[in-house]
């Protein structure tokens, strides 16, 4: 005679196989689905990143810092079309994305379509990219806002949101999938310390992409030629000498030869204020930077590290290549 515990226990591995099962040929299915439209990007004959074919007549998108080398020579690899030619179509410098074009054919190229928007957050979602030259392995992650920040790195801010998950270099360029096998991101970078990669990474918005691929050609957005940064993520040793009452942003990285430079502001001057408002958070201030036309004069009222010196400074906003 069956007891009702080892029922129970027949019954819930039955499902507990049946999920498994069923889970493990999804993630199969979904590989084997997408797989023909990713591919991986040479440079100079190199393997740099990944990238995306995002319609039939070859259009690929890839992080523009994976083809931003001194060789000019780009080629796709994938097992689906072997080794081919890439041209390079447009740039958009303010979100890290390339396009660039494969040969013309009478066939039409495997694709991958668009998602209409970013998964919620905590949704399971999934990377193919080429980490430290292992070919094209589905990575996963997880939504961890959708909401866009700007990240500081190859001396520009990028337009992005987080996703949680590994995902190492060689994996630029490649495609963020939901579970349909939908693109709605770009990986274009990870957050990094000395310790290494820790676990968050930057991802480039349907938005952004759906905006190149209909442009077709370069998109430039303005520049001050310096990163910014909140004060509150500052070390013990600045904020011990700043007066409480300053409030402001910043000033890292200076470019010696960008505008902020030629106005005279150094690493570590604060940024009170821009064009009489004053910002506190990244966000706000690169959006309205970015809202603005090249060329266009911006007044910047600017002290020392310790809240001394301060001072009245115009830029002219240039354009960000």
């Given amino acids: ?63 523009l810092h994976v083809i931003r080398k001194k060789q000019k020579t780009y080629e796709c690899l994938s097992r689906e079309l072997g080794r081919l030619p890439l041209k390079l179509v447009a740039t958009y410098r303010g979100c890290d994305l390339a396009l660039l074009s494969l040969p013309k054919r009478k066939q039409a190229y495997p694709t991958l379509p668009l998602a209409n928007k970013i998964p919620e957050e905590g949704s399971k979602v999934f990377l193919i990219g080429s980490p430290i030259f ?52 770009i990986q274009v970078a990870g957050v990094t310390t000395d310790l290494g990669h820790q676990g968050v990474n930057s991802v480039v918005g349907i938005k952004s992409i759906k905006k190149l691929l209909t442009a077709k050609k370069d998109i430039v957005v303005p520049t001050i030629g310096s990163a910014v940064e909140e004060l509150w993520g500052q070390s013990p040793r600045l904020l011990e000498k700043l007066p409480t009452e300053i409030k402001g942003l ?55 590290a310790k809240g001394e010196n301060k001072k009245q400074v115009k830029i002219t906003l240039r354009p960000l290549n």
Wanted: hydrophobic letters at 40%; one cysteine or more.
């Fill in 1 to 63: 005679m069956i007891s009702i515990n080892n029922l129970w226990l027949g019954i819930t591995l039955i499902f507990f196989l049946s999920g498994s099962s069923t889970k493990s040929i999804a993630s199969e299915n979904l590989y084997s689905k997408v797989l023909p439209g990713c591919v991986e990007i040479l440079v100079g004959g190199r393997l740099d990143g990944s990238g995306v074919i995002l319609d039939k007549n070859g259009s690929v998108l890839t992080a």
């Fill in 250 to 304: 910043l000033f890292r990285q200076v470019t010696s030869k960008g505008v902020c430079a030629k106005a005279g502001i150094k690493n570590e001057d604060i940024m009170l204020s821009a064009n009489g408002k004053t910002y506190e958070r990244i966000e706000p201030f690169i959006k309205y930077v970015r809202s603005l036309k090249i060329d266009s004069e911006v007044n910047l009222k600017v002290c020392d």
């Fill in 134 to 185: 292992r070919h094209q392995l589905l990575l996963t992650g997880f939504i961890a806002r959708r909401t866009p920040t700007f990240s500081w790195y190859d001396q520009a801010f990028t337009e992005t949101f987080p996703i949680t998950g590994m995902a190492a270099p060689g994996t630029s360029g490649g495609p963020w999938m939901n579970d349909k096998g939908e693109v709605f991101g």
